[in-house]
């Protein structure tokens, strides 16, 4: 074997040796930093933020990936998120992996907004965001039925945001599942899915954003929105049927 070839392929194994070692180093520590922040924002609550005028507002996160710290965050983020008004957690990942967001998130009534990056969301059975008011779900995993129980449970929604969100086919905010305090929706899909259609019964909106195949059906919506500041659609085939 030629010599440079084997220190080639000497120097290429300890190059691989040292990033799956500062793979791990870097796992060890984000492991031990969420951890630590995590014991500590609980043993504050515990002593009583409110006895020193102390209170967290907001709480984001953003991580590149979720495997190696899935245990943790499953511990945490409950236990986080309550008491919080603003909650964001972001995966900077292109993985198909995604994160599923634990169903005690959707107990925290103290939350105004929520914010969610590249997770998954699954069916539950109460949601209690009864101060909720902005939503936005950009590259979520979540179905129809997911979305309308949220809805339903969201009486103070006035901004939602549903960006390149995969799993929904048929969304419709229509009857109890729409926010009569919904001002501002903006759906977006990148993917080329057939048959998807939308139906919108929120009479106090005022700007309505549609980037995507979506089939928009006016019988089933009034319509009529009397407060519609803005419309934006495109792509989007109107339907009377």
Request: net charge positive; proline share 4%; hydrophobic share 40%.
């Amino acid at each position: 074997m030629d010599p440079d070839s084997v220190k080639s392929t000497l120097s290429g194994l300890a190059f691989g040796n040292v990033l799956a070692a500062a793979a791990r180093d870097y796992q060890k520590l984000l492991s031990q930093r969420i951890n630590s922040y995590g014991k500590a924002i609980a043993k504050g609550r515990n002593r009583g933020y409110s006895d020193q005028n102390l209170s967290i507002h907001k709480l984001h996160l953003d991580l590149s990936r979720p495997e190696p710290v899935v245990s943790l965050l499953d511990k945490w983020i409950p236990i986080l998120a309550l008491n919080i008004k603003v909650f964001k957690l972001n995966f900077l990942s292109y993985t198909p992996a995604y994160y599923e967001l634990p169903s005690a998130v959707f107990l925290a009534e103290s939350l105004e907004e929520l914010h969610l990056h590249r997770c998954k969301v699954s069916p539950v059975e109460s949601v209690r965001f009864k101060h909720l008011r902005t939503l936005t779900l950009k590259w979520v995993l979540i179905n129809d039925g997911a979305l309308e129980k949220i809805m339903l449970g969201c009486p103070l929604l006035g901004r939602m945001d549903l960006i390149s969100c995969q799993g929904l086919r048929n969304i419709r905010l229509v009857g109890e599942a729409a926010s009569r305090g919904l001002k501002h929706l903006k759906l977006y899909n990148l993917e080329r899915i057939e048959g998807c259609s939308i139906g919108i019964d929120a009479p106090n909106l005022e700007t309505v954003c549609i980037d995507g195949p979506w089939i928009w059906s006016h019988r089933q919506s009034a319509f009529l929105f009397s407060r519609l500041t803005r419309l934006h659609l495109y792509r989007v085939m109107l339907s009377s049927e």
